[in-house]
């Protein structure tokens, strides 16, 4: 079974709400079908009611919710609820606002009527941050969203990438922030204990610049914010992933050459490498996961297919049970 068909499989035991803003796309209601049918998840279609059904070939299954913001009357809730959390903005303009889809998605997911969002089929993944920022929010010490990508590697080892979708150039600050959300994310969905290396082209200052001293700031701040964690930086890759290289660059190391987690300076450096090591190592990449919220959005590509869809939705599920 491979890692898709186990979260799919690990989601199925305690099916989620997922709210699907974009249920008048064709693909999306067909996953919606899909994650129904099979008891992956409870899928919630917003849009026109007429809409949704004419993209549905053969009808809904039992167990697909459609919602149609325009006329629903939890609008009123939803704008009074985003009005008390945004300063100068009004009842009347927060109406207007969670009358779209995709911010009435994300104040379902933030007043509790659903556990997830996933959407991105016809929006830019900047659209789908923005209003999961708008309306569910981060999670207590963070500051941005960020992603993750699983890189199943033949033979079956998985390691995990970080950022390679969504934080362009970090800060210190905003790079152990990306370390730490990374490390808990690896732990809930592959159920591992994560050992953190922060990437560098130097290995405990065998260079001097300041993109290095930028790593080594990163890993002492996400010591502060998670002090059990397992992580080290500055380290070069092969230091990382290699323990006889580690015995040789950096022998008090904690991670010891047997990092699991990755995680990239930049998001030139993290892009490139998910990209080499999917063609020339033949992983298979799952991703970009999206985290850093509250509660769960996840982002699509806009040439997503149902299957793709099935899949987020499987682990945005697993993301809301805290893992499986």
Known sequence: MGLVDRFIARAKERPRRVALPEGEDERVAQAACRLASEGIAHPILLGGRDAILGRAAGGLPKGVRIVDPAASPEVL???????????GVTPGVAARLVRRPLYFGGMMVSEGDADALVAGATKTTAQVISAGALTVGYEEGVTQASSLF??????DRVLVYADAAVAV???????????VVTARSARRLLGIEPRVAMLSFSTHGSARHARVDRVQEATRLARGMAPGLVIDGDLQADAALSPRVAQKKCPGSPVQGDANVLIFPDLDAGNIAYKLTQYLAGAQAVGPIVQGFRRPVNDLSRGVSVDDIVAVAAIAALQAAGGG
């Open 150 to 155: 699983l890189m199943v590697l033949p033979g």
């Open 77 to 87: 809730r939803y704008a009074e609820a985003y009005a008390r959390r945004r300063a």
């Open 169 to 179: 150039d970090p800060s210190p600050s905003q790079l152990a922030e990306i370390a």
